[in-house]
Every structure is written in structure tokens, then in C-alpha cells.
């Protein structure tokens, strides 16, 4: 009986150091959460700030993220590194920022995990937080004034979002990064329409 609860607890052990190895080769994940003010996240620093601290928590250390988020100043396509890119299960979404931005990308929301490996809520679940931060067109370039470059939680701004599940409304619908532009930039606003001022983070290898 003490052998076999030995082994059992040695088992158990093991399955529990593996977690890890596997979680540190994350390089994408969906923030859990807001930062707290909507679309004012303190610009693009201030997301890529919370991209790493996201990813810290969850045990992904020593790696430098960025927000996938466009300004007037910079591309949300050009901030993100080559790829390829893989979520907190190891499942490769993209090879590349081509792929990344064509119809051939791995993304869902099946695939689109949080930095712990979770699902985000879809359309149909309660609540929905489909939409997901970019201020991006199709091709990762700027689209509209996001936020006022992130720094903006009034209801009168507007950012451009993406839809992780695939599915929804607007001119758009099945595009992660480009859907449609939120009603406004804070964080009820976003709420209103599906959202929950969720953003994309990627290794930027």
C-alpha cells in the first residue's frame, strides 16, 4: 500500500512540474482583464505593461510582450515581432505575420486563451466579451483614432475591435482584429457591445 501511494504522489509530482515547461513557450494570449479604465490604458506603454504583468502572474517570465494596439504612431502589425506565436496549451496560431493576417491563422476562439489557458466568453455565453481591444484594420494597420491613442475612456471615442470567437455582427464579423468600431471608450461602454477592453499580447521574440 505505501508503494503504491509513493508512486502515486511521485506521479502526481510529475504531472505538476510538467505544467510549467509547457506554459513558458506561451508567446499569445488574450488578457483576462482590463486594466480598469476602458480604452485608456495608459497608451501603448501602458499596454504592454499590463501585457507582461498578465504573463508574469501566470508563471511566463523573462519574455517581452507587446499589445497588439495601433496609434498614430505605430502599427499594431509592426510592434509584435515575426512569429511564430503560440498560445498557454502550445498551440501554434500563426507562424507568421502574413498568416497572422490572412484567412490561414489558427485563431478562435478555441485557441484564443487567456494567459492561464483559459477560454474567453463568446457570443452566446454570459457574458460576452468577444470583442476584443486592436484600433486596427484587417491588415494591422491603424483604424480610426483608437481611443485617442489609448488614452481616452470617454463615451464619445470610439476604437476599432476584433471579434476571438469569430463570430457576430458588424462590417466584419468573422475578423479577429477588424469588426467593427466600439460605441465608446469606456469601460461600460465596451461592456455594452460585447467587449470587456480585452487586448491581444504577443511575444515579440
Keep these: 500500500m505505501i508503494k503504491h501511494l509513493t508512486v502515486a504522489a511521485v506521479l502526481a509530482l510529475g504531472t505538476v512540474s510538467l505544467a510549467p515547461a509547457q506554459d513558458a513557450n506561451m508567446s499569445f494570449f488574450i488578457t483576462s482583464q482590463n486594466p480598469g479604465n476602458g ?69 478562435g476562439k478555441e485557441t484564443s486563451l487567456s494567459e492561464t489557458g483559459e477560454v474567453i466568453n463568446g457570443r452566446g455565453d454570459t457574458p460576452n466579451r468577444h470583442d476584443i481591444l486592436t484600433g486596427s484594420g484587417l491588415n494591422g494597420t491603424l483604424e480610426g483614432n483608437a481611443c485617442m491613442d489609448w488614452t481616452s475612456s470617454a ?51
Design 39 to 107: 480604452g485608456d490604458l495608459g497608451g501603448l506603454t501602458g499596454a504592454d505593461a499590463h501585457c507582461s504583468s498578465l504573463a508574469e502572474a501566470a508563471g511566463v517570465t523573462g519574455k517581452t510582450w507587446a499589445a497588439y494596439l495601433s496609434d498614430s504612431t505605430q502599427n499594431a502589425r509592426d510592434r509584435i515581432g515575426t512569429g511564430p506565436w503560440m498560445n498557454a496549451k502550445g498551440v501554434v496560431v500563426a507562424e507568421n505575420l502574413d498568416q497572422l493576417h490572412s484567412e490561414d491563422n489558427n485563431l
Design 155 to 205: 463615451s464619445d471615442g470610439s476604437a476599432m475591435v476584433g471579434h476571438h470567437d469569430r463570430t457576430g455582427g458588424g462590417a466584419s464579423p468573422t475578423s479577429w482584429n477588424a469588426a467593427h468600431g466600439s460605441r465608446g471608450c469606456g469601460l461600460e461602454d465596451l461592456r455594452g457591445t460585447g467587449g470587456d477592453g480585452l487586448f491581444y499580447c504577443f511575444e515579440t521574440n
